[in-house]
Structure formats: structure tokens, C-alpha cells
T-cell receptor, first 115, second 113 residues
Framework: AQSVSQHNHHVILSEAASLELGCNYSYGGTVNLFWYVQYPGQHLQLLLKYFSGDPLVKGITGFEAEFIKSKFSFNLRKPSVQWSDTAEYFCAVNARLSNTGKLIFGQGTTLQVKP | GAGVSQSPSNKVTEKGKDVELRCDPISGHTALYWYRQSLGQGLEFLIYFQGNSAPDKSGLPSDRFSAERTGGSVSTLTIQRTQQEDSAVYLC???????????FGEGSRLTVL
């Protein structure tokens, strides 16, 4: 069965610090990978996604994620965090060849950025 | 509206009662998902509907949980004989196609006393 592991459950950073959140999945086939974010009081929304092509995907908010197939990882990074990045971050994977859209999420990482 | 709509937003019930949670997905989205979000547990997959195919029920935690999707649109998640451990936020999401971006509703917060 697919599973997703996020190693950091609670991260506290000061503004301008660099961020890396780990995400590993267990599935040997082709995958679609996602990072979702939930800001305080808001619903979950898509942050980044990887389907194919360049394994380094970049978002408009300065976040990026790198798919490393050999490590089954899709870590999220940001060079300089802001207070407004305080949120909960979820990694998710869909096993493309399973012929289902079932999306499995990790346990989430709470990021707290201190001003 | 343009987004995924869930009702009720909050539900408080007594142990042993049945509850129904409703989800109205984005029009035209063929895939619909139910997840459960508990503190420290992340998002737990419950059930997935895709078009007219048989739903993937592999995440339902017990036979007290069931869900249906009528006419390929609105879905209802039913929890029978609720228990305190059922207390959580139940999230519904829809996507245009399988494996695509999920659009989430605001969730239904269930509290079982």
C-alpha cells in the first residue's frame, strides 16, 4: 500500500531563514506528487505539483520542490521564509498506474515563522 | 458557488447517534474524495468516487461509515452509531480528472459527546 512520510511534524523558524520540509513516499511506480498548504482558518489549497518533466518545480510564492526518484522523495524548500508562510504543509502522492485518482497524504508539517 | 461546498460546517452529536455530512463538488468535476483530519493524524483517506465507477472504499475505518454519490454530483457521508473517536474534521474534495489537483471544501467539524 502507498504511504507518505513527512519527517518534520513541527518546525519553528525566524523570518528570512531557509526552509526544507522532507517528504518520502513508498511506491515503486510512476507517481504524481503534490504539496498542499493550509493557512490558519483557511481550507487546503495546492502549493506545487509534479507530474513529469523537470524534477524541480517552482511556485509563484518562492517555494520549490524537487523530485528525486532514486530517493522516493519530494522535499519542499524555500530560501527565505516570511511570517505569512506560517501554515500546515501536506505532501501527497497519487500512484499513476494504479488507474485511480486516490491521493494519499502525509501527516503534515506545521510551520511557525516568528517575525 | 464556484467552490466545493460542505454542510454542516459544525455538528455536535451524542454518542450513538447517526450523522450525515454533505458535499457539493465543483460542477464538472468527475472525481470526489472524502478525507478525515484529526489533530496530529494528518489527512486520512476515506473514500473516492470517480464517474460511474465503483468507489474506492478502502479507507473507510469501519462498517459504521458509508458514502454515496448521487447522479455523479452531490455526495453524502454517513456515520452510524457515532463514537467519540469519530470526532474530527471531515473534508471533501473534488478534481476535474483522476490524479489531478484537488479542490477542498471548508470541512465539516464533527464533535461526538
Amino acid at each position: 500500500a502507498q504511504s507518505v512520510s513527512q519527517h518534520n511534524h513541527h518546525v519553528i523558524l525566524s523570518e528570512a531563514a531557509s526552509l526544507e520540509l522532507g517528504c518520502n513516499y513508498s511506491y515503486g511506480g510512476t507517481v504524481n506528487l503534490f504539496w498542499y498548504v493550509q493557512y490558519p482558518g483557511q481550507h487546503l489549497q495546492l502549493l506545487l505539483k509534479y507530474f513529469s518533466g523537470d524534477p524541480l518545480v517552482k511556485g509563484i510564492t518562492g517555494f520549490e520542490a524537487e523530485f528525486i526518484k532514486s530517493k522516493f522523495s519530494f522535499n519542499l524548500r524555500k530560501p527565505s521564509v516570511q511570517w505569512s508562510d506560517t501554515a500546515e504543509y501536506f505532501c501527497a502522492v497519487n500512484a499513476r498506474l494504479s488507474n485511480t485518482g486516490k491521493l494519499i497524504f502525509g501527516q503534515g508539517t506545521t510551520l511557525q515563522v516568528k517575525p | 458557488g464556484a467552490g466545493v461546498s460542505q454542510s454542516p460546517s459544525n455538528k455536535v452529536t451524542e454518542k450513538g447517534k447517526d450523522v450525515e455530512l454533505r458535499c457539493d463538488p465543483i460542477s464538472g468535476h468527475t472525481a470526489l474524495y472524502w478525507y478525515r483530519q484529526s489533530l496530529g493524524q494528518g489527512l486520512e483517506f476515506l473514500i473516492y468516487f470517480q464517474g460511474n465507477s465503483a468507489p474506492d472504499k478502502s479507507g473507510l475505518p469501519s462498517d459504521r461509515f458509508s458514502a454515496e454519490r448521487t447522479g455523479g454530483s452531490v455526495s453524502t457521508l454517513t456515520i452510524q452509531r457515532t463514537q467519540q473517536e469519530d470526532s474530527a474534521v471531515y473534508l471533501c474534495a473534488s478534481s476535474f480528472h483522476p490524479g489531478g489537483e484537488l479542490f477542498f471544501g471548508e470541512g465539516s467539524r464533527l464533535t461526538v459527546l
